[in-house]
């Protein structure tokens, strides 16, 4: 069973950033497409970016698009997700996730394994 611990959250002000990590229980999650999550009180769980086993093919969500990169160094056993210019709508819980498919999923039932999530809060 693999498990993952997602970190990084906090609490900014708009424009500043925020670098979230993910960490693996085991190195086999190199072998795994990864991807970040996110959700807000009363919304439903929204995609935010994933990429690749190899990290050769990262996706992200129209919200996210020059403003986050989705990293990961499989050597360290880590993912990170960089977000840039935060807002006061990218408040959520985001979460990790990861999945034994080649390519990244962009909805929630793509991914088996969870973080617990960390939470992301800006404020104007």
């Known amino acids: 069973q693999l498990q993952l611990v997602d970190s990084g959250g906090g609490v900014v002000q708009a424009g500043e950033s925020l670098r979230l990590s993910c960490v693996p229980s085991a190195h086999g999650a190199r072998n795994y497409a990864m991807g970040w999550f996110r959700q807000a009180p009363g919304k439903e769980r929204e995609f935010v970016a994933a990429i690749r086993y190899s990290g050769t093919n990262q996706k992200y969500a129209d919200s996210m698009k020059g403003r986050a990169t989705i990293s990961r160094n499989n050597a360290k056993n880590t993912m990170n997700l960089q977000i840039d210019n935060l807002r006061p709508e990218d408040t959520a819980v985001y979460y990790c996730?990861?999945?034994?498919?080649?390519?990244?999923?962009?909805?929630?039932?793509?991914?088996?394994?969870w973080g617990q999530g960390t939470q992301v809060t800006v404020s104007s």
């Open positions: 996730a990861a999945d034994a498919r080649i390519e990244p999923g962009t909805t929630p039932r793509d991914y088996k394994y």
